[in-house]
C-alpha cells in the first residue's frame, strides 16, 4: 500500500523558514510520477498548488521566489523549503504523487495525482 507522511511542520515567526519533508513508501516513483505539494488554509477551502517536481520544476506564481521544491530520487522523497514566511502562509500542507505518470504539463491540476498524504500543519505567528 502506498503511504506519503509529511514532517515537519510546526509554529514559525514570521519572516522565518520551514523545510517539509514527504517520504513515499510501498512503491518506487521516477521522475515521470509528479510529486507535489498542496496546501489548505485552516480555513477551509480548495488545496491550492504550491509546487511540483517530476522531469521539471514548477512553482505557484504567488509563491515562486519564497519556496524550493527539492527531490531525492533514491531516497523516495520530497521537500519544501519555505523562507520569508508570512501570516497568510499558514495552513496544512499536503504531498502527493501521480502514480500512473498521468500525460499533462499542469503540476497543478489535482486530480492527477493518485496518492495523498494527512499534511502537515504550519503555523506562521506574527
Known amino acids: 500500500q502506498v503511504q506519503l507522511v509529511e514532517t515537519g511542520g510546526g509554529v514559525v515567526q514570521a519572516g522565518g523558514s520551514v523545510k517539509l519533508s514527504c517520504a513515499a513508501s510501498g512503491r518506487t516513483f521516477s521522475t515521470n510520477n509528479v510529486m507535489a505539494w498542496f496546501r489548505r488554509p485552516l480555513g477551509g477551502g480548495e488545496r491550492e498548488f504550491v509546487a511540483?517536481?517530476?522531469?521539471?520544476?514548477n512553482y505557484a506564481d504567488s509563491l515562486r521566489g519564497r519556496v524550493t521544491i527539492s527531490r531525492d530520487i533514491g531516497k523516495n522523497t520530497v521537500y519544501l523549503q519555505m523562507d520569508s514566511l508570512r501570516p497568510e502562509d499558514t495552513a496544512v500542507y499536503y504531498c502527493?504523487?501521480?502514480?500512473?505518470?498521468?500525460?499533462?504539463?499542469?503540476?497543478?491540476?489535482?486530480?492527477?495525482?493518485?496518492?495523498w498524504g494527512q499534511g502537515t500543519q504550519v503555523t506562521v505567528s506574527s
Open positions: 511540483g517536481s517530476g522531469s521539471f520544476t
Open positions: 502527493a504523487v501521480d502514480g500512473d505518470g498521468y500525460s499533462i504539463g499542469d503540476y497543478s491540476f489535482r486530480k492527477r495525482y493518485d496518492y
